[in-house]
């Protein structure tokens, strides 16, 4: 079993900054995807960035110069710097790790956290 903790979320004003933090703990682990989602009041949950082992990554299109993604698999930790913050960023940001156990693959999900951008 994989645990997520997520930390860093908060209210910041439109074009403020934010960094994300996710940590991973449990038993020996191999990951080799590592994402941050988010989903708004009232929408689906949409991938923001992603991590994909050994060197991918990929951004959607409305974060795209502004958020930076980084990971260290090794470690389990994951961030993500958010710049120029708009009110739309708002959500509930959730860090997703995929990989291999000693027993089987597995998916875990942090408990998610709130980034609230207003004025």
């Known amino acids: 079993q994989v645990q997520l903790v997520e930390s860093g979320g908060g209210l910041v004003q439109p074009g403020g900054s934010l960094r994300l933090s996710c940590a991973a703990s449990?038993?020996?682990?191999?990951?080799?995807?590592m994402a941050w989602y988010r989903q708004a009041p009232g929408k689906q949950r949409e991938l923001v960035a992603a991590?994909?082992?050994?060197?991918?990554?990929n951004y959607t299109d409305s974060v795209k110069g502004r958020f930076t993604i980084s990971g260290d698999n090794a470690k389990g930790t994951l961030h993500l710097q958010m710049n120029s913050l708009k009110p739309e960023d708002t959500a509930v940001y959730y860090c997703?790790?995929?990989?291999?156990?000693?027993?089987?693959?597995?998916?875990?999900w942090g408990q998610g956290t709130q980034v609230t951008v207003s004025s």
């Open positions: 997703n790790y995929e990989g291999l156990t000693l027993r089987a693959p597995f998916t875990s």
């Open positions: 449990g038993s020996a682990f191999i990951i080799n995807y």
């Open positions: 991590i994909i082992y050994p060197d991918s990554t």
